[in-house]
């Protein structure tokens, strides 16, 4: 060998150590600074001619692991998912009050219940018939203000989503604007660390935002792609944009640089923006639309004892509800008997007029036999039985019955059902209890029934995946005249071409409601977008007659107060029962009967009907029973996030530190390896003075 070999190759190991030292102790430095991994220099033999001549530095690289960063990264998303929803669930809870005190929500109809019970015992006790009054209000007004809250929380919820996107968006331009300098580094041999970890640091705050697959460009720093594949980062930032409507699903798409750009949908399935997606299109409409439910079906139950008593004296009027139909339709359909009796002020019985909804249909008046009536000609035969006593009227879909002469009507409901209601409750003649919009969904409609809907009149639905994501938008027109029944308007909704056929389809119940469900493998949720249809001239829409989309069915839990007449006057509460049973001439409303009030209390313990809602299905069970589960299953929602959370936290802690145990600064091992590279630097250092002293000897011996 050489000297000037001998020379060069102990000047390239002495640049080499000089180049471990650096990277060593730029190492040290950063031991405590987040996000930093550290590097080491690479080096590999330099041969020229086959000859050994030192060493090559190939470059300065930092020491990581694909699998354990994308491991880590994939725990931050999952973590952050469950954290918000967790934070928003036990925000939903505490809606609900503690349900070791007295108002706790769901408490609340146990003391409707028990003050309905006090008064029972009193029944001319005015102070009690105003604490039932007060209670009753009290549940319905805390329904809606829990109400009002959810849809408080919705708008938080979207504006954390908004906030969070703009992050993403401005993570995404920060990444791509790196890959250009760590390209340029990689290219120069120059060291692009100091870049990556930066590009490193904010790929961890975009996890914890969205999940995202990260892969290594061959010419240095990364490319971001979505679970679908498209790219959000490495050739230009797309641009990230929420889509939300009013009444449907909000979701993500991105909008990738190019000539003509386009916005694509795309799927999250972890990070904070999927949690909050999850609050936002599922969880908190379904904990709305589970709390109408409840709410409906307790006021349900109390209307169903309202209508079944009477007050003392009877009103001089009974005045129902609008039920979205006509009354042709509304009457076809009842069975049994149930009996509108006249009363004077005494509640002695002045006429009667029972009605027999079985076939044949008869009225018969105080007993006599019966004539005939059809659902066409109800309205008139009832005015006709009524005579000069009274007056039947049905106006914008709510019937009236008044008494003439200064006497009262009461309704003995009796064996008579449609849809699971009685005459009276059906129309909402005596109800406790009133609502603002569509009390109940069950309208009693059946396939064979006209669907009274306008022909051409339009409800345009949004078809979305489980997660969101619009795949259709469905516009479906109310079918022509030909073909006006219920059955023909399901078919036109559940048409393969024009309808929502290829997602699920709309069934209608043995109650007169109508309900959507996805099938396999879609799975698909539906939104309505827009309704102009009508049952009749100015009528009900179909969303708003059977409670379709999200806006028909989170409202209602709202929408419930006691009727004002008995609330401004509890001496009208139906306290009492019509009894035609008793001797003529003798009272069959007595003042002191407090069998109204008694059944009243017991609302709660019947069993009815509740449907599928929220996180539970379609159940039979009494009101009391359903707020035990519905209170149950808000407390295991919050207690399942909340594990999930802390579950989901540990394995990222995990993550993490074994992420950091490969990528992080070890002191101990930093200095074994400042010890090993001085004395190589040394070593190479006295190398170089050997060389220089057997250079000056052969001058010497020249000279």
Do not use: H
Not at 16 to 31: C, G, K
């Amino acid at each position: 060998m050489s000297l000037s070999v001998a020379l060069q190759t102990a000047t390239s190991g002495l640049q080499a150590a000089q180049a471990s030292l650096n990277a060593i102790s730029d190492n040290i430095a950063n031991v405590n600074t987040p996000g930093y991994v550290r590097k080491q220099v690479t080096q590999q033999q330099l041969v020229v001619g086959g000859v050994g001549e030192g060493v090559d530095i190939t470059g300065v690289q930092r020491v990581t692991n694909q699998y354990l960063a994308t491991a880590s990264m994939s725990a931050s998303s999952d973590s952050s998912r469950y954290s918000v929803i967790s934070q928003f669930l036990d925000t939903a809870q505490n809606l609900f009050g503690d349900p070791s005190t007295s108002d706790y929500f769901f408490n609340l109809p146990d003391a409707v219940s028990a003050n309905f019970a006090s008064a029972a015992n009193d029944p001319s006790s005015t102070l009690l018939r105003t604490q039932a009054v007060s209670t009753t209000t009290d549940f319905l007004s805390q329904a809606d203000r829990i109400n009002g809250q959810i849809t408080a929380l919705s708008a938080n919820v979207d504006s954390q989503v908004t906030d969070d996107v703009k992050q993403v968006n401005s993570l995404l331009t920060q990444i791509d604007g790196l890959n250009s300098d760590i390209s340029r580094a990689k290219v120069t041999g120059g060291d692009s660390s100091g870049s990556e970890n930066i590009q490193d640091q904010l790929l961890n705050q975009l996890s914890a935002l969205m999940n995202v697959n990260v892969s290594a460009r061959p010419q240095g720093g990364v490319n971001v792609r979505s679970t679908e594949g498209v790219l959000l980062a490495g050739n230009g930032a797309a641009t990230i944009t929420y889509n939300a409507g009013a009444n449907t699903p909000g979701y993500i798409t991105a909008t990738t640089p190019g000539a003509s750009p386009t916005a694509t949908p795309i799927t999250l399935a972890s990070g904070e923006i999927r949690g909050l997606l999850d609050m936002r299109n599922t969880k908190l409409p379904g904990l709305s639309d589970q709390l109408g439910e409840f709410v409906s079906r307790t006021a349900q139950q109390l209307n169903a004892a309202s209508n079944a008593s009477t007050a003392s004296p009877p009103p001089a009027s009974l005045t129902g509800r609008n039920t979205g139909l006509d009354l042709p339709t509304a009457v076809t359909g009842f069975t049994g008997t149930t009996t509108v009796a006249i009363t004077n002020p005494a509640g002695v019985v002045q006429k009667t007029v029972a009605i027999d909804f079985d076939s044949p249909a008869t009225m018969s008046v105080n007993g006599a036999p019966g004539t005939a009536f059809t659902p066409t000609n109800f309205l008139a035969q009832l005015n006709a039985s009524l005579g000069a006593s009274g007056t039947a009227s049905f106006t914008n879909g709510a019937l009236s019955i008044a008494a003439s002469g200064g006497n009262g009507v009461a309704i003995d409901e009796g064996t008579s059902q449609k849809a699971g209601q009685g005459f009276s409750q059906f129309f909402g003649l005596n109800d406790l209890i009133q609502s603002t919009g569509q009390s109940t969904y069950d309208t009693g409609l059946a396939g064979t029934d006209p669907n009274g809907f306008i022909p051409g009149g339009q409800i345009t639905f949004q078809m979305s995946t489980p997660n969101g994501n619009p795949l259709r938008t469905v516009t479906v027109a109310v079918p022509p005249a030909g073909s006006p029944a219920m059955s023909d308007l399901v078919a036109a909704l559940n048409n393969n071409s024009t309808g929502v056929g290829l997602y699920g389809s709309f069934v209608l119940d043995p109650q007169g409601g109508l309900a959507f469900t996805g099938t396999a493998p879609q799975n698909a949720q539906l939104s309505v977008i827009s309704d102009n249809t009508q049952r009749g001239v100015g009528g009900e829409s179909i969303s708003q007659l059977f409670g379709i989309g999200e806006a028909a069915r989170s409202a209602r839990a709202g929408s419930y107060v006691v009727n004002p007449t008995m609330a401004s006057n509890p001496a009208t509460l139906p306290f009492g029962t019509l009894d035609l049973s008793v001797a003529a001439g003798q009272s069959a409303i007595a003042p002191g009967d407090g069998s109204g009030a008694l059944a009243l209390s017991q609302a709660g313990q019947t069993t009815t009907l509740f449907k599928a809602a929220g996180d539970l299905g379609t159940v039979s069970m009494t009101a009391t029973a359903y707020a035990a589960q519905f209170g149950g299953s808000i407390g295991r929602d919050a207690a399942t996030a909340a594990s999930q959370s802390t579950s989901a936290t540990a394995v990222q802690t995990e993550a993490d530190a074994q992420r950091q145990s490969v990528e992080g600064v070890n002191i101990d091992q930093e200095l074994i390896n400042l010890t090993t590279f001085q004395q190589a630097y040394s070593a190479n250092a006295r190398m170089i003075q050997a060389t220089k002293d057997l250079f000056d000897s052969l001058i010497a011996i020249v000279n």
